[in-house]
């Protein structure tokens, strides 16, 4: 008698239809496909090719795709602040004069992240 686990189907079976939702979440989280979400695509398909193997959700696949952005972002975040810590120079869509919390604010609600835990690794 076969074992139940001998029928069982993924979800997604194969990659081309796992790449297809995670497409469609990234694009209404980001607005972009999936593997635009990091700044290298190669380093994107890889991490997509990962989750697949490893049955990860599409939507935490993209998450972790949005990780990837947010530390390649993070490191280039080298912006000097003032006393009143105040941002001397622009920083992506930020103009110079920006409070140094509202950039933080902005990676936390745009990745789903801790900017102390997850880019700055001090928590």
């Known amino acids: 008698m076969p074992s139940p686990f001998d029928t069982y189907t993924p979800k997604y079976p194969d990659f081309?239809?796992?790449c297809g939702e995670c497409d469609r979440i990234a694009a209404q989280k980001f607005g972009a496909c999936a593997v635009e979400?990091?700044?290298d695509a190669e380093e994107g398909v890889g991490c997509l090719k990962d989750?697949?193997?490893s049955d990860v959700p599409p939507d935490q696949a993209v998450h972790d795709l949005g990780m990837i952005?947010?530390?390649?972002?993070?490191?280039?975040?080298?912006?000097p602040v003032d006393q009143n810590e105040r941002t001397q120079e622009p920083f992506l869509i930020f103009p110079t004069g920006t409070h140094r919390?509202?950039?933080w604010q902005w990676?936390?609600?745009s990745f789903d992240c801790s900017v102390a835990?997850?880019?700055m690794k001090v928590a």
């Open 16 to 18: 081309d239809d796992y």
């Open 37 to 39: 979400i990091p700044l």
């Open 51 to 53: 989750s697949f193997s």
């Open 69 to 79: 952005r947010a530390r390649e972002l993070w490191k280039m975040f080298d912006t």
């Open 101 to 103: 919390e509202d950039v």
């Open 107 to 109: 990676f936390e609600v």
């Open 117 to 119: 835990e997850d880019l």
